[in-house]
Nanobody
């Protein structure tokens, strides 16, 4: 059973940066590299929204609101993905979640990591 563990959240001032990580347990690199990986977030009182995704081949896509500021990356040898977030805004305060999707379309979610953007 794949398990995802997010880390790297915390308090940051507006305009600051954070780097989130998501580690996948219960798999190995030969399988992990086949997963499509995603970062989602849920702000207080809002629906969960897709922030960024990365394909097995390394192709990336972002929601318009974060383009040019966020970067998703993967390290298959470490069974992990990262989300580098720059120029953070207060409205991006949210719980950030990692999701893995396998070739059969099954999804696995992490527990989330809290990001607070505030002065």
């Amino acid at each position: 059973q794949l398990q995802l563990v997010e880390s790297g959240g915390g308090l940051v001032q507006p305009g600051g940066s954070l780097r989130l990580s998501c580690a996948a347990n219960g798999t190995n690199g030969n399988i992990f590299k086949l997963y499509k990986m995603h970062w989602y977030r849920r702000a207080p009182g809002q629906e969960r929204e897709l922030v960024a995704k990365i394909t097995p081949g390394g192709g990336t896509d972002y929601t318009d609101a974060v383009k040019g500021r966020f970067t998703i990356s993967r390290e298959n040898t470490k069974n992990s993905i990262d989300l580098q977030m720059n120029s953070l805004k207060p409205e991006e305060t949210a719980v950030y979640y990692c999701k893995a999707e396998n070739l059969a379309g099954w999804s696995y979610w992490g527990q989330g990591t809290q990001v607070n953007v505030s002065s």
